[in-house]
RNA sequence: GGGCCGAUAGCUCAAUUAGGUUGAGCGCCACUCUGAUAAGGUGGAGGCUCUCGGUUCAAAUCCGAGUCGGCCCA
């Protein structure tokens, strides 16, 4: 199949090439040019239209639907979104070439708390009284000035980056097509009885004044009081010891819970001469009455946490705070399953139901009312009695007075520990009992549990460990929020109740429209909340007023997949392509976005909106440790691209596995992505110049017409080509681009570059039209073509550069819309590629034992000795003796068959574990050193046996499979065994000895190589012609080089063999002999005539 | 405090599915080549495979307990 569209030359369209200068076999820069190449390449998209065009290519193609995980719009790009936005290219690239018809729109997220606060910072505020002051609806414009910025700079951030995607039409959350996609949502959850108001302990930031969900809550080490309170109890002597890290809340204590397992000590304590009765944990009494420094104790009673069950003591603050709880049965021990006898405080844990979420759990049980004198602003109200109007946490100091006055302080202190703060604004949150909306996720939760099933993901682990786990626990959904700018509820509630009863849940913009009592216009209708909390419903004789609070953000993301459609409003995609077909996030979107789909999906539709998950890592320092903006420890997308690029950053990105492992940034692999792409760049301009001159036409002479004259090399490298694309197309459908690049890049570097280039360069200097010219030219026009566009996904700039010089007007208009590379079965040959990779071996082999013989490349050998293990290697090395004569510099290539054996060696034997193992056990591993040692002159397994009888004991013997023999080369002789994945496949043996004829032939090669220095020294063209004054300091090595002086004046261009003045001359040390060159061009010696 | 993932050469990672003498690329050092040349080739140094136990003739690999890092949860 051609990649390329080659009967398109008619199309007006693809001939735009020429006008932008990319017509075929153009001149291209000596270096790779990160930098300049990238801008000629945006410049030439722009031009072309190249990302319309690819568009419209597959619009008729098979859908499939992707859908982007909105990011945040606060910031910049950093390296995490960077390698997101690749990633997702990548795989949009490669879909698109096999054919789909991609959806594409990107999104961006831009509601929520997070600007809100980066907006009142702006302004100076301090609270939402500044926020109500300034007035909503101009706090909401400013808002959406700020995050409509905020986009513009990951907008173009992204581009930058050379991601294609739908950029001019970006999903955005605060339209209102995509609100009512937030709204139609929660409708249908409504619908579905899964949507009530509920009194809930919540986690509650006091300077924002809102709920914020628990995943929202970031946890950090800070200081607070540490106190032991006694309680004292009624109707019998002594107190319970509690611990609290809060005593703002010991004002809202009801009960005390244990433990009713957990074993409980009553301690007789004294201190001062006073004597007390206290009563904790039996594990913690220690180190309790240590913290209250006591004189002396002694443990009086052993009792269990049920003996302790309906205890009473009295409120320690009952005076300060009259209106404390007093209703019946508080006041009391109560069993609880979240006591700990073992962990921190003493084993009977206040507990308050007003504040603490298990606290209200319980107390819920129990019946108890649910007291919280803090307002949500984190002050206590009037119920607090003589703290009201006090900030809790500045209470604590009074409090903890208070109590000390009371005699109820046990020891008070301070702690450090982890304790919640607002992921926004940073204060410590408080935890307090508010009315709440929520939709009743717990009521869904084993169709959630299900739904799971229907989502692949990779890797799977990260769905049926992490996600699971993190899914079964989930509580309701608080999708609440006391704040400004987001998604209004759509709930209207009757006008004199504030409970869940008689709800009006709108669906549409349509509906609202149809149902509110003002006129409104559906398409031009504003829907947030500056707007929409002046509308009012009237129905059947009952008012309907606007639930003031907005959506919790995580609510907009979750309605993506049908929010990119704009469905409601827009049904014509909805039902031919949700669900989407994959999405893309980093892990901690576990938590976040891949949950929050599920449970809207779940909610809304009872279906996941998502069939497949690729989850991928964080971008890490160098050093290991995590990027942090605030901190500035980061490395930046920015200044990756300003030193190498933006193909060379995307390659490194790429090159790492995506599947849930984070990623260590790392400018030694930038600088080897680079490298690697100079390699390429080299690769393909070093054709260009032949192919130019000799008017090489790729239509006319193409593979199948040279299919007759290619060598073995050039049918090696076609088959080398099928493997990787068929390599490359398994591990990306895998969701493993990296191994798929690696591949890519072994073929380009190794066998492209390495080999096959070295190996066809003569061919290309033939000046003569030869078939075998012809047929390298289309063999490597045809492995660059396919190549680059195997690359253009990961690297699309160089990968558009060198397209459009290859197939100048008649390849498609970008690299983008070229089908990817199916495999060419003709071309494909296994054996063949074993072959060479056996005669790369040996070659690699000999040049090892060359070096070891200590005899230079340039130096000829007599002879090279190719020891065969088997009939493979003595087939390739009898069809390609001269090429390894001539890439080993040996003047004769000796064989020996497997059969056979070479006279001169010396044998010893490598084990084999595996066998070695079950046979002799213990003794395996001094077997094998015994083995491993043993020197033999014949390579028998009697000789063998002889060599190692010290550790053989009677009856046990060597057989075949547990040893290989291996070869020990006499002296002049440097042998080095060369194999193919690991299995050996036989020795080559270079006979390094010398002889006037070779020292002769050397000593020429030697100067040769320098004279081309020095024409190199003078910028002397290929052809040029010149004059040479060769004075050699050693008569012996004068007359060595004598013999060969014709091979020198042929090789080094000099028709003149004279004295020559005022020429380039150098002294040169050869092998210790002294040797002075000079030469001169002849056409500047005689212009100068 | 709990869950998940990771820890192998200076760096990035293979080898863990099925236990069998630990490998590659990059970097470093030395040598080498030169009609792709700010490239190419060869070699060398460099590892108690995070620690400690266990299973086994044999553990990077399996099991247990830790340590450190990342993410998530409390």
Redesign the pocket.
Known sequence: MQAGGLARTDSPLVSERITFGMSRFDEVD??YDPDALEQRVFDYWDDVDAYERTVEHRSDGENFFFVDGPPYTSGSAHMGTTWNKSLKDVYLRFLRMQGYDVTDRPGYDMHGLPIETRVEERLGFENKKDIEAFGEENFIQECKDYANEQLEGLQSDFQDFGVWMDWDDPYRTVTPEYMEAAWWGFAKAADRDLVEKGHRSISQCPRCETAIA??E?E?EDVEDPSIYVKFDLEDREGSIVVWTTTPWTIPANTFTAVDEDGDYVGVRAEKDGDEELLYLAEAKHEEVLKEGRYDDYEVVEELTGEDLLGWAYEHPLAEAVPDHVDAAGTHEVYAADYVDTHGDGTGLVHSAPGHG?EDFERGQELGFPIFCPVGSDGTYTDEAGKYEGQFVKEADDEIIADLEGNGALLASGTVQH?YGHCWRCDRGIIQIVTDQWFITITDVKDELLDNIEDSEWHPD??RD??FR??VE?APDWNVSRQRYWGIPLPVWTPENRDDDEDTIVVSTREELAERVDQEIDPEAVDLHKDTVDDFTITEDGTTYTRVPDVFDVWLDSSVATWGTLNYPEDDSQFDELWPADLILEA??Q???WFWSQLGMGTAALGESPYEQVLMH??A?M?????MSKSKDILVDPHEAIDRHGRDVMRLFLLS??PQ?????F?W??M??ME?HL??LW??F??PLPYMRLDDFDPQKTGLADVDEDLELVDEWILARLQTTKAEMTEHLKDFRQDKAVDALLEFV??DV??FY??AV?ERM?EEDDSASKLAAYATIYHVLEQSVVLLAPYAPFVSEEIYGTLTGDAGHPTVHMADWPAVEEYWADDQLETDVAVLRAIE?AG??A???AGR???WPVPRVVVAADDQRVVDAVARHTPLLEDRLNAREIELVAPEDRWGELNYSA?????E???A??????QV?NAL?EARIDDPSLEALEAAVSDVLEDGEEITESMVSFVTQTPDDIAG?AFGLDGDDRGVTYVDASLTDDIESEGYA??V??RV??MR?DLELD?EERIALELSIDDDRVASLVDERLELVRE?VRADDLRDVEDAHRKEWDVEGVTIEIALEALAAAEASD
Do not use: C
Request: charged share 35%.
């Open positions: 000596d270096q628990n995943n809550v946890y979420e982890s682990w990260a460990n992490r786990d993190f626990d892990h901690d576990t938590r976040g890592g964080h890490l160098p050093d290991g440790r995590a790492n596995n849930g492992d984070d990623m260590r790392s030694d692999g600088q080897t490298n100079r390699t080299n690769v301009r070093f570097v190794e570059s390495r280039v070295q360069r200097w690699e040049a090892n060359r070096q070891q230079k490349l340039r490598e084990a084999d574990m595996s070695l193992g079950p002799f056990g213990d003794r395996a591993g094998m491993n080095t090669r030697e040769i190589r081309q220095e190199k290929v090789e």
